[in-house]
């Protein structure tokens, strides 16, 4: 999520630098805040204002990596050499090499980037912007919440919340995390490979473009082992059920269009699905099968009146927290408004920090069943609330494109 705090400066949510300031995604009424972006993949700009990205490739064990003929020619039009991008040519975030639009994404398979120690150390860069940046909120803005201390899940995390796990990418600040669950897909049920998180999570917004080297880690840190023990864990013991690279992923076009440093622009909108394959094998099974569950999505999130609880998980990163641990808030959601001209956002009391950006919302249908209806967006630096979009049309479409794009595979 992007946060504020005291000092002016705040940021979206990607995660924490370990050790330092939150990593919380806000939008401050009264007080300065600060929102970052992350993106992943994207293809075609669709006419109802969707857009996809194809992150295909993977290593063929020869030390190449494999690339479609059209992405390659893609790629040449922008100065990139493929051959090169696995040795270290990724890293060049030159502004004219930072690939923007949906159908530029790329996401090849780097077999053991994603060490125990590089997801341990992903943070999140400070932000500073003033609360001028917000625009208005229609008079439906509710009261500030009262704070809900979040509750650590207990261990094993596959055990009592196994769709949920952790979105790591590289951006050129850094490398950077966030929370993300495992939701359904309709074209493969009890197959599905697609992950839910924040649109800043995979794409930088108006002024950037996609993110680099996006995976996603179900259950990590599934024993929740701390801070200590983390610093000689191996990848198999923070990866128990793998590493799974986006080879597809897709937010909003009004993520992308609007999505900013400061201010709330996009949060309305701040939601993306990827789509995942296993860096080694899985033996044939799918990340649903792998894990065990996924999550339906209500794409007609109720009103705020009618819902009485909701709850939150992530992995916060930032002081009083440290990233290696999941955590949950449950309260009642109020009303939150960025901009007149975009639709209203959950909120709920929520002591997580930074690193928690992305994590489903959750709440309990007519029908008892649970399904996500939102996901962290944005929340103070110095944490105490949250806020998520509400799930609607548009986010239907972003969801809907990625499940058809694989319904035959």
């Known amino acids: ?94 502004k004219d090499d930072w690939l923007r639009e949906a159908n530029d994404y790329i996401n090849p398979i780097i077999d053991g980037l994603w060490s125990s120690g590089r997801m341990r150390d992903a943070n999140d860069p400070d932000k500073g912007v003033d609360t001028n940046d917000i625009s208005g909120d229609q008079g439906v803005t509710d009261p500030t919440p009262a704070v809900v201390d979040a509750k650590a899940v207990s261990p094993t995390y596959h055990a009592n919340a196994a769709t949920a796990g952790k979105v790591f990418f590289d951006a050129p600040e850094g490398t950077m995390v966030c929370s993300a669950t495992v939701v359904e897909d309709p074209a493969h049920p009890g197959k599905s490979n697609l992950v839910w998180t924040a649109g800043h999570c995979v794409h930088a917004g108006k002024k950037g473009g996609w993110y680099r080297n996006l995976a996603f880690v179900p259950s990590y840190n599934n024993s929740g082992m701390k801070t200590a023990q983390l610093e000689t864990a191996t990848r198999a013991q923070v990866a128990p059920y793998g590493v799974w690279w986006a080879d597809w992923a897709q937010t909003s076009q009004q993520w992308i269009d609007q999505g900013g440093e400061t201010g709330g622009q996009g949060s309305s909108y701040d939601y993306a699905v990827i789509h995942v394959t296993p860096e080694k094998g899985s033996g044939g099974k799918s990340l649903e099968e792998t894990v065990g569950s996924a999550l339906p999505v209500n794409f007609n999130a109720p009103a705020v009146p009618k819902v009485s609880s909701i709850t939150a998980t992530g992995y916060p990163a930032a002081k009083p927290y440290d990233g290696s641990t999941l955590y949950q808030c449950a309260d009642k959601p109020g009303r939150l408004s960025i901009n007149a001209s975009d639709p209203t956002m959950y909120r709920i009391g929520c002591s997580m920090t930074g690193g928690s950006s992305g994590g489903g919302w959750v709440e309990t249908g007519s029908d008892g069943k649970p399904a996500l209806v939102s996901n962290t967006s944005i929340g103070p630096v110095t944490s105490g609330w949250l806020a998520g979009p509400r799930l609607g049309d548009v986010a239907k479409g972003v969801y809907d494109s990625v499940s058809k794009k694989f319904a035959g595979q």
């Open 1 to 94: 999520m992007r946060s504020i705090r005291p000092s002016f400066t705040a940021r979206r949510g990607r995660g924490a630098r370990r050790g330092t300031t939150p990593v919380l995604a806000a939008v401050a009424l009264a007080s300065a805040l600060a929102l970052t972006a992350t993106a992943c993949g994207s293809g075609d700009t669709k006419a109802d204002g969707r857009s996809t990205a194809s992150a295909t490739s993977g290593d063929t064990g020869d030390g190449k990596i494999k690339i479609p003929d059209d992405i390659k020619n893609k790629l040449k039009e922008h100065g990139i050499d493929i051959d090169k991008w696995k040795h270290g040519a990724w890293k060049n975030w030159d």
